[in-house]
């Protein structure tokens, strides 16, 4: 949804994603929350599309693992690689402990072991016909499920290239083609 007076999703009204991934017991439950929205550039200066990644391993816990952004017009790669443990352009460190007390023994992420490089995943630019390459860390595939949740991941990444561009503009061919279909 448009930002009040504007044509584009804002980062104060940003679009959500909500990743699921399957239990054992054939139920679901929330993997990650993919936060995106368009970064208007001045004169002269491209649009980009910006986003937050966080991993939800709780219903009270929410972690940063990725925030960045992507050239609307040019694409580029979405990446979680925490190697350098630095921390992100606007918000937490992934190595920070809950409420920063120093104690990393109920760290929610240490459940789920990523540790250096996660995942990476090119974008093609708005308007393009995306065909993204997804690469996962191997020590973070255990089982089918894994390979599913961070390949959902990508594909919602590719789609908020579009979900987010100026409403002034038309959809990309193949969306078109979704969106009368599911109008019929």
Request: charged share 20%.
């Amino acid at each position: 949804m448009a930002s009040p007076g504007t044509d584009h999703v804002s980062r104060s009204n940003q679009g959500a994603w909500l990743i699921l991934r399957p239990t054992g017991d054939g139920s679901w439950e929330p993997w990650g929350r993919l936060e995106c929205w368009r970064e208007r550039g001045g004169a002269g200066a491209s649009d980009n599309l910006g986003y937050r990644f966080n991993l939800l391993p709780g219903v009270d816990h929410a972690i940063p693992l990725a925030e960045s952004s992507i050239s609307a017009s040019k694409g580029g790669k979405f990446s979680i690689d925490l190697t350098s443990m630095q921390p992100l352009s606007r918000g937490g460190m992934p190595g920070c402990s809950p409420r920063d007390s120093g104690d990393f023994s109920q760290w929610p992420l240490a459940s789920y072991s990523y540790r250096g490089f996660v995942m990476s995943s090119s974008v093609q630019g708005e308007g393009w016909c995306s065909k993204p390459t997804v690469e996962v860390g191997l020590p973070h595939i255990v089982c089918a499920e894994d390979a599913a949740a961070f390949i959902a991941l990508a594909a919602v990444v590719d789609l908020s290239m579009d979900a987010c561009k100026l409403f002034s503009h038309k959809l990309r061919k193949e969306l078109s083609h979704l969106r009368s279909n599911v109008l019929r």
